[in-house]
């Protein structure tokens, strides 16, 4: 099975996605820049931003030998409609969160006149999309698994204010390196945690088998063995072969943080290490520790210590 190749086509001729990477598009009356990142088999987000001087409309095709995905969509700014062969226009909602499958992967968006349309979405496979419901399908939720791309379906949730809070964070395609690979991740699992919320039961640490638990411990080790090129989660659950869900839920109850917030702590208590240590150059110590910014690293470690690492390291060789 191969990831699907995307296509976005409109009057001037098509543009072809970058399957995992960033594309940046134009045509007559438009301009846009589109990001796909993986994060495991069957797992991935999207971000995106289409400025439109006009009304426009594009038409999207995925060509692929895979089942069809199951998809998260989160308009952040914008407006659009989205239109398939057995549905009329479905209006898209800022901050209306659209669980949807569409028709042999195929679809027309359409955007009124000038704007900027902004989106965040997330594709699960319908293997893992069961799996985090922990293979209990509710009623509301079958037909997005049992439509196998044959039939357009559409379900709404509303979401948060921190998870909005969170997406709106996420900055422009194509931004960040490994570290915020694994941001991106922990958001797009807090969003599929989110509008799948009411229809999951709750998760009871003492149903972890003995076999379970210390394979979450491992991913642990394994999750800061190289701090510059972590493995994502879903990399871990698999590596754990346990179900997405179950192993997120783990490995918080087994570490007290989810993988992305137990990543960045390692990160900077490594980066504190160094600082101590007082032998390398503060660019040199964010490198080693995942950050591919200095700036990065020096707002991370405020906002974790309280103070900047320049001054941390002053006043720990100050006090020596």
Not at 30 to 51: I, K, P, Q, S
Not at 164 to 184: D, I, Y
Not at 259 to 286: H, T, V
Not at 298 to 315: C, D, H, W, Y
Request: charged share 25%; with cysteine.
């Amino acid at each position: 099975m191969t990831a699907p190749d995307w296509r976005i086509v409109d009057q001037a001729g098509e543009v072809r996605l970058d399957p995992n990477g960033v594309t940046v598009m134009s045509g007559p009356d438009w301009t846009g820049r589109y990001e796909r990142v993986t994060f495991g088999a069957g797992f991935h987000m999207n971000l995106g931003c289409v400025e439109t001087r006009s009304p426009t409309e594009h038409h999207v095709v995925g060509e692929s030998d895979a089942p069809p995905s199951i998809s998260v969509w989160i308009p952040i700014a914008g407006q659009a409609a989205l239109s398939t062969t057995d549905r009329p226009d479905f209006g898209f909602t800022p901050w209306r969160a659209a669980l949807l499958v569409t028709k042999d992967r195929a679809a027309v968006f359409r955007f009124p006149g000038p704007q900027a349309f902004r989106f965040f979405s997330v594709a699960v496979s319908t293997e893992l999309f069961v799996s985090l419901l922990d293979e209990k399908v509710p009623q509301a939720l079958r037909p997005l698994v049992e439509s196998h791309g044959r039939r357009t379906v559409i379900r709404e949730r509303p979401v948060t204010a921190p998870t909005r809070a969170l997406v709106s964070e996420l900055g422009a395609p194509g931004e960040g390196g490994a570290l915020e690979r694994l941001h991106r991740e922990a958001v797009a699992l807090r969003l599929l945690t989110e509008v799948l919320g009411a229809e999951m039961e709750g998760f009871d640490p003492s149903t972890l088998t003995l076999a379970e638990a210390e394979t979450v411990r491992d991913a642990h080790e394994a999750l800061v063995r190289d701090l510059r090129d972590p493995p994502s989660a879903a990399e871990l659950a698999k590596a754990a072969r346990m179900g997405l869900r179950r192993f997120l839920n783990a490995f918080e109850a087994l570490h007290g943080a989810s993988p992305d917030r137990a990543l960045r702590l390692a990160r900077l208590s490594e980066a504190r290490r160094l600082l101590e240590a007082g032998e390398l150059p503060m660019k040199e110590i964010a490198w080693r520790v995942g950050y591919a910014h200095a700036s990065n690293f020096v707002a991370a470690f405020s906002a974790e210590f309280g103070v900047p690492p320049r001054r941390f390291q002053r006043r720990r060789l100050a006090a020596e």
